[in-house]
Structures are given as structure tokens and as C-alpha cells.
């Protein structure tokens, strides 16, 4: 950031007083920019034991399949958000249920959420999709996988699966867990 967003004044990186930790300051006008982590809000689409999965067609990651997130807006809630996604996405309804992944990426301030959900319906690559299709555990396509925090959530889920309980999975994937996973992309 070099600039203030409510006076166009340059802003110089400090801790403010009574803070911990650096923050965009304009001298100004006084503001202290705030910037906080950003929610990714999705869903794990399920029928018939097989689930639904969007193979990207926007960068990053374009080509690679993931399963239907995105950013969440202003004035929803994180529920609409999953749901809101998975239309875009994969032009799909779901039925959202509980939250079954929440995975903190701190080195890019990122909070991923994803909600369990039942597919209702038929579903069509939307405009940020190439694609999309359902696939049953032994048809994942494990390789090509966009991002960890999805490998990590259908992991899970197949593991949960036989037991029937989807019990909340909290985790945290750090800069060394993304590059193993798919290098510096």
C-alpha cells in the first residue's frame, strides 16, 4: 500500500501505538489501515458417494481441479458464500450442512472453509470452470489437484467415510506444505 484510501496521502508502514505488529499509517489523516486474512467459502458437493469437482478455467492454478470455493463477499454469510460459489462455479444447488474444513493459510492470509453439502440436481461448468464432474474416490484426480487445501479436505472425507461421522478438521498449511505440494506456482 502507498496510499491512503480516504485521503491519497503516501502512508508509511509502522506499528501504531497501543499495537503489535505493523500497519499501513497515514500521517494525514490519522487512519490506520487494517488488513486482515481473507475467507474462502466452498462446498464438498456429495451424491451418491461421489463428488463434485471443477476443473479450473482462471488462473491461478487454470486447468487443475479443485472443488467449488471462492472469496467471500461483503454482507453474506458464510454459508450463502459456499453456496453462492458452487452456483457460479459448477451452476449447481446444494443442500449446505455442516462445516468440515477450516484450513489456515497464514503465509497468504487466507482462511478456507468448506461446508459438507448434498447435491441437488444437475450441474454445468460455469464461466470459471472448464468443467466439472463427479468422481468416486479411486477416480480423484489426486495429480491434478489445484490447490493442498482440496487435497486435504477429500482426503479426509474418504477417510471419514466409512464411519459415517464428518466430525470439523482444523488445520493450518504453511509456504513449505504449498511448495512441496506444487512448487513456487
Known sequence: MNFCS???QRVRLAIPEGDDRPRYLCDDC?????????????TLPVRDGRVLLCRRA???RKG????????MEN???????AARETWEEA???VDVHDLYTLINLPHINQVYMIFLADLQGGFAAGPESLEVAMFAEEEIPWGDLAFPTIERTLRHYFADRP????PLHI??????????YFGSA
Not at 30 to 42: C, D, E, F, L
Not at 163 to 166: D, K
Open 171 to 180: 488445520s493450518d498449511i504453511g509456504e513449505e506444505d504449498r511448495e512441496r
Open 163 to 166: 464411519g459415517e461421522v464428518f
Open 30 to 42: 490519522g487512519t490506520i489501515h487494517y488488513q486482515n486474512p481473507r475467507i474462502v467459502a466452498g
Open 91 to 93: 451452476c449447481a444447488r
Open 6 to 8: 480516504h485521503c491519497g
Open 58 to 60: 482462471i488462473a491461478p
Open 64 to 71: 487443475y481441479w479443485t472443488l467449488p470455493a471462492g472469496f
Open 75 to 81: 454482507a453474506e454469510t458464510t454459508l450463502e458464500a
